[in-house]
Each structure stands twice: as C-alpha cells, then as structure tokens.
C-alpha cells in the first residue's frame, strides 16, 4: 500500500507533462513551422584568400526564396560575381579575383524562405554576417644596395615589413615562389664565386602565413635542392601547381651535351632527397612550363613543341612551326602569346588558342621581352622595344596594355632608351604592374665576385624598383595613371601569388 501511495502522485505529474506537450505540438502543428531561416555554413567564414580562390557557398537551413537572397546579399568593399543554386545551396562566382590587402565584410538580411509567401506569411531569415581578407600585397625582389647586394627580400606592401630571407655568402641570381608563397625556389652562387654557370638550385621560406593548416616555418630557412658538382644549372622554372622544377642543365664532363631534367620539388627532410631526370627529346631553347603542370613548352628547331614531362619525350604533345617562342600562357592554359620571327628581323606577337585560332596581335622592330595576360580581364600586358637607330641598334623600351577581343593596344609607359634589362611582373589580382629600373656599372675597374650582373652579362651599379596601379583599358583614365618609385634598392621584382 506504501509503494502504490508513492507512485500515484508521480503518475499524474507523468500524465499532466504529457498532456502539456500533447498540447504544445498541437499548437506548433496549428500555427505551422514558424523557425526562421539562417545560415548554416559560410565557407569563407574568417579565412584568407587568395586570387586562385574565386567562389564562396552559403548553406542555408531551410529552401529558400532565391531572388531574395540574391536581392539582399551585400559585399564590403563590393565584389562582382555571379549566383548559382543547388538545393539549399548558394554559390557566389566571382568575375575577377578579390583585391588583395582587404578585410571584406558579407551581410544578408530580409531574405525570404522560400515557402512564406506560398502560406501568405512575412517570414524572413535570422540576420547573418560573414567576414574574410584576401592575402596582403607581398613583393620579392634582388637587394641591390650595398648592405643586401644579391640577397632574396620580400617586402609587405600592405603592413611595410622588410624581411632578408638570403645569407650574404650567396647571390641569388633567379627565382620562383611557390604557388602558396611560404616558400621561394631560386638559384645562387657563392658569393666567393663570380662564376654565373656555379648556380646551384635552393628553396627558402618567407615566413608568411598564406592560410594554409600547417604551420608556418619561420623566415629565411635555406635548403639545397640540386646542386653542381656533375652539371651546370642553367634556366629552370617551377610548374603552376609547385610540384615539379624544370632545369636546363649542361655536362661539365662533355660541355656540348646539354638539356632539360625535371625533377619532383617536395623537400621533406624525412624523404630522400628526389632525383632530377632527363627529359629525352631534341636540344631546346628557352622554356616555360604549361599550366596543367603536366608538360614543358619549348622552343625546338625551327618551331615550338608542347612537351610531356615524361622520360622519353620524343613525341611532342604538338608542335607550331609558325612560332619560336612561348611568352606567357593564361591562367586557365586556353590562351598563349605567342612570338613569330620574321626573315626581316621584325617579330610577331599572336594570340593562339586552344581552339586553333591565331590571331595577330602586334609587330615590332625591336624586342618582345615579356608578356603576362591580366587575371582580371581580357588584357595581355607587354614588355617590348621598338628599333629608334638601325646604324647603331638603340632600342625604346616600352609597356603596352592589348585588349584581346578588340586588339586595341594603349601605351602605358615609355622607359629609357637601351634599359633592355628591365623586367615586369603583374599582380596575383592584375591591379598593379611591378617593374625595375637598373642602373649600369661604369667603372670597369671593379671586380668584386658581388658584383651583380643582368641575364645580359652586364653589370649592376644599382637599381630602383617601380609600381604601376593598373585600371581596365577600356577606362580612359589609365593613360593618366603613373608609376611610383618604392623606397626599395633592388631588381628582378616579383608578386608573390
């Protein structure tokens, strides 16, 4: 009788809690489903991108009316883009890569589900803010001033922080960063060595977070890569995804034998250090690997051949007889600016595409010394001469924007007469356009092994280093626009990506 006492007053609490929710879902089932919508995912929630980056999602937790999201959605500093669905899912395209150096703040309110209007309701969606940076603007560059005369720098346009990454005992000579930026390829002598065919092959890293999981190593960490006891190390290049190095290479055994090995360019210390092979096919010249990654484009005989990276590349994946050199490829590998030499020592700048069109951009008496199609829109930026004095060969160099669909060409920037040795370099987001100034050596006398010297041999005394905001070339005002001289001593600029 004690037991049953007991338990009867727990029974009715049971039943009374039971017939109170009865109550409450019959009530929500009445009033229908009243949870506003939100934002589950933002995939670029406090990250940092950068211009290989182009789209973002937005997963919300119920269907959505989509003209109201699309309507409401707003950027922080604006940026274009496109929209697409898949179920619950947004995407936002966008249509050029994101400014570098920006905190960008996203924002949606007042966006509708989309079952609320079919049930007559005003029901919108919690209020959502989303934020993400893009990558600050980072330059690389060769000190030229005697304090880091031939060390690697990299300097930080958006903080202004100078960082040596180079020891003094070498002099760098060339170099390529890494697709993440953390780390720098390059090649380098002993400083002990004025001898440019002693270049041995290294990687240092920049000390840069560039928003990848790992840790960051700390600046200025050099390692040896391939050296030169057996071959001489010429060009080299490292393929867009950073995974494989180019070098052209000669016997020091049989100084006539000479061409290119590729090799892997991982460099964990806990794996045995990779091994360069010889890429078998016809002695080549000049050399740039495509975008894919997966083959090398050379300029053989008499044409252009597109290479497998591969052992035995003796048959070329295509060859263009037309053409004796590859300039630059676009991102997507779809377009290549291609140079024709001519029997009256002019040359030809083409477009040619993947689909077999060849399209005449330009020709000039002097030089096509670089090209680099522009991220942003269809514009390819030009680096080229024009022959002032045949008696004497002077060449004016100048920079040019060429819009692709149209082929309209506006002149940016006329440089010094005979600077053949300038070198561009276009920024990761195409708004700004790099490019050095070097200053001869006139005293012949001066045979430090320091001494910095050109691709052409010539020797260094200094150099300045330029920066040229870019606009799109239908604007008018980028004939208007000029370069700033950065307070930096150095040449050889380069973006890091």
Not at 68 to 95: C, H, Q
Not at 312 to 328: H, I, S, T, W
Not at 426 to 431: K, R, T, Y
Request: charged share 20%; proline share 8%.
């Amino acid at each position: 009788m004690t037991n049953k006492t007991l338990i009867q007053p727990l029974d009715r609490i049971a039943i009374a809690l039971m017939l109170l929710l009865s109550l409450l879902i019959g009530f929500m089932i009445l009033q229908g489903d009243v949870v506003a919508a939100r934002v589950r995912d933002f995939t670029w929630q406090n990250q940092q991108i950068g211009s290989e980056d182009i789209s973002f999602s937005l997963n919300f937790s119920r269907p959505m009316d989509t003209k109201s999201v699309e309507d409401n959605l707003k950027i922080e500093p604006p940026l274009a883009g496109k929209f697409s669905w898949a179920g619950r899912r947004m995407v936002y395209t966008l249509l050029t890569p994101a400014p570098y150096g920006t905190n960008y703040k996203i924002q949606l309110q007042k966006a509708k589900d989309k079952f609320s209007q079919q049930e007559g309701k005003n029901r919108v969606m919690q209020p959502f803010t989303g934020t993400f940076h893009t990558r600050d603007r980072v330059i690389s560059y060769i000190g030229a001033d005697p304090e880091n005369q031939g060390q690697l720098i990299v300097y930080n346009l958006t903080e202004e922080q100078k960082r040596i990454l180079t020891p003094k005992d070498l002099v760098v000579m060339d170099f390529k960063p890494f697709p993440d930026g953390e780390k720098i390829l390059f090649s380098a002598r002993a400083a002990n060595n004025q001898d440019p065919l002693s270049a041995q092959l290294y990687t240092v890293t920049t000390g840069i977070p560039r928003g990848s999981e790992k840790p960051v190593e700390s600046a200025g960490k050099v390692d040896l890569i391939l050296d030169n006891k057996k071959y001489q190390n010429l060009k080299f290049d490292l393929s867009p995804d950073g995974e494989t190095i180019v070098v052209q290479r000669g016997s020091k055994a049989n100084p006539g034998d000479f061409g290119l090995w590729f090799m892997p360019a991982a460099n964990d210390e806990s794996v045995q250090k990779p091994t360069p092979q010889r890429l078998q096919s016809q002695p080549g010249g000049d050399f740039m690997i495509t975008p894919d990654s997966k083959a090398v484009a050379v300029a053989q005989g008499q044409g252009a051949a597109i290479l497998p990276l591969q052992s035995d590349a003796n048959k070329p994946l295509d060859f263009l007889p037309q053409f004796g050199l590859v300039e630059a490829f676009s991102k997507d590998g779809s377009q290549a600016a291609m140079v024709k030499f001519n029997t009256d020592y002019t040359r030809d700048l083409f477009l040619v595409t993947n689909q077999g069109i060849q399209k005449p951009l330009l020709k000039t008496t002097g030089s096509i010394i670089d090209c680099q199609f522009d991220p942003a829109s269809p514009t390819l930026y030009c680096l080229l001469t024009q022959l002032v004095s045949k008696a004497e060969y002077v060449e004016q160099p100048y920079l040019v924007a060429i819009d692709l669909k149209t082929g309209d060409q506006k002149p940016l920037l006329v440089l010094p007469i005979e600077q053949r040795n300038i070198q561009m370099s276009l920024s990761p987001d195409g708004l700004g356009l790099l490019f050095d100034q070097v200053m001869p050596q006139t005293d012949s006398t001066t045979s430090s092994a320091r001494v910095l010297q050109t691709d052409d041999g010539e020797a260094i005394a200094s150099s300045s280093l330029w920066l040229m905001p870019l606009l799109p070339i239908a604007d008018a005002a980028i004939t208007t626009i000029r370069p700033e001289k950065l307070p930096l001593v150095g040449f050889h600029p380069r973006w890091l990506p």
